[in-house]
């Protein structure tokens, strides 16, 4: 016999063989197989002859007897998982104590406590505890205020489950944590009534918010402007005294002061929009014939446009 042979025999062997073999072995009760996490029941003519709990290999002969050649041909094998298992009941109705409809969502887990309690005390042992727990929540929770329901789930989770617990030990069941996870309106009307009265009151208190902020910027902009209009005033008041203090200082020289207002002739003269008409002295009739045509004495032309000039006395100073 070549390699190629002894390695399709040993082929055959492991995974064709071994296989069927072992199908055999466990259907005549010769050993079983309990995985981690499960629990195996046997029952033989309505008795429970055994319960393998640790996970690993047995053999059926040392721990059945004779009864495991014939538990899997007349009897029964249960296949328990103890894992932990958990569930959500949606909306249970409730109603609070001011007569609100309220819908209650109850979060709970539940595994296996007792094996032979979960397969014969009860036909339907996770039905019934569904069961409970919602007569539970309805019984507690139903009556109470509205700010307690909305507010308290923990000490509500922890009434329903101090409620639920004695009753689902005796079907097998150990319950563990309860959680009130959503409390909610049943009333569609009253769920936008409320939004409606939430909206109204964003609303009041946003233009609250932006008639505060707008009274804060018109008392800003006053104190600025009454400070503003005050330093305006201020300085207007302070004009006349320095440009009168100039003045004095500069009337104070006679050549100044006649300097001065000369200039002022000049320049009053050179923007006005006048017409000026320059006579020589020794034109004689001409200068008559003239001024007897002009419009407007040249004085009358001329001296609107001219300041008053102080008289120059020099007594005055």
Same mark, same amino acid.
């Given at each position: 016999?070549?390699?190629?042979q002894v ?9 064709f ?14 050993y ?31 721990e ?18 103890m ?11 409730v ?16 595994? !296996? ?13 996770r ?9 539970a929540?309805v ?21 329903v ?11 097998g ?10 409390v ?7 769920t ?51 440009v ?17 207002f ?25 200068g ?5 045509t002009?419009? !407007? ?5 001329l ?9 120059r ?5």
């Amino acid at each position: 016999m070549n390699v190629i042979q002894v390695a399709f025999t040993a082929f055959v062997a492991c995974f064709f063989i071994m296989p069927i073999l072992g199908a055999l072995a466990r259907m005549f009760g010769l050993y079983t197989i309990v995985r981690e996490g499960t629990r195996h029941v046997y029952v033989l003519f309505g008795n429970v002859v055994g319960t393998l709990e640790d996970p690993g290999l047995h053999f059926l002969i040392g721990e059945l007897g004779w009864r495991a050649f014939i538990v899997n041909w007349m009897g029964k094998r249960h296949v328990l998982d103890m894992r932990m298992d958990q569930e959500y009941l949606r909306s249970q109705a409730v109603n609070s104590e001011e007569g609100a409809p309220m819908g209650i969502g109850v979060w709970y887990e539940m595994f !296996i406590s007792d094996p032979q309690a979960y397969l014969f005390k009860n036909a339907d042992p996770r039905g019934s505890l569904a069961a409970n727990v919602t007569n539970a929540a309805v019984r507690c929770l139903s009556n109470m205020p509205l700010q307690d329901m909305l507010e308290t789930r923990h000490k509500m989770s922890k009434t329903v489950r101090e409620e639920v617990s004695p009753k689902s030990n005796e079907w097998g069941y150990l319950v563990g944590s309860v959680y009130i996870r959503k409390v909610h309106f049943r009333d569609e009307g009253m769920t936008k009534q409320i939004e409606a009265k939430v909206i109204n009151r964003l609303r009041q208190v946003t233009s609250a918010i932006k008639q505060d902020g707008a009274n804060q910027v018109s008392i800003i902009t006053s104190t600025a402007e009454r400070q503003a209009a005050v330093e305006f005033a201020r300085a207007a008041a302070l004009r006349p005294s320095i440009v009168g203090a100039a003045l004095q200082e500069i009337a104070a020289d006679p050549q100044v002061t006649e300097a001065l207002f000369d200039i002022i002739e000049t320049q009053n003269i050179l923007e006005g929009d006048k017409r000026l008409t320059l006579i020589p002295a020794d034109a004689g009739g001409l200068g008559t014939l003239l001024a007897g045509t002009a419009r !407007i004495p040249i004085e009358q032309e001329l001296r609107p446009t001219m300041p008053a000039i102080p008289p120059r006395n020099p007594a005055a100073r």
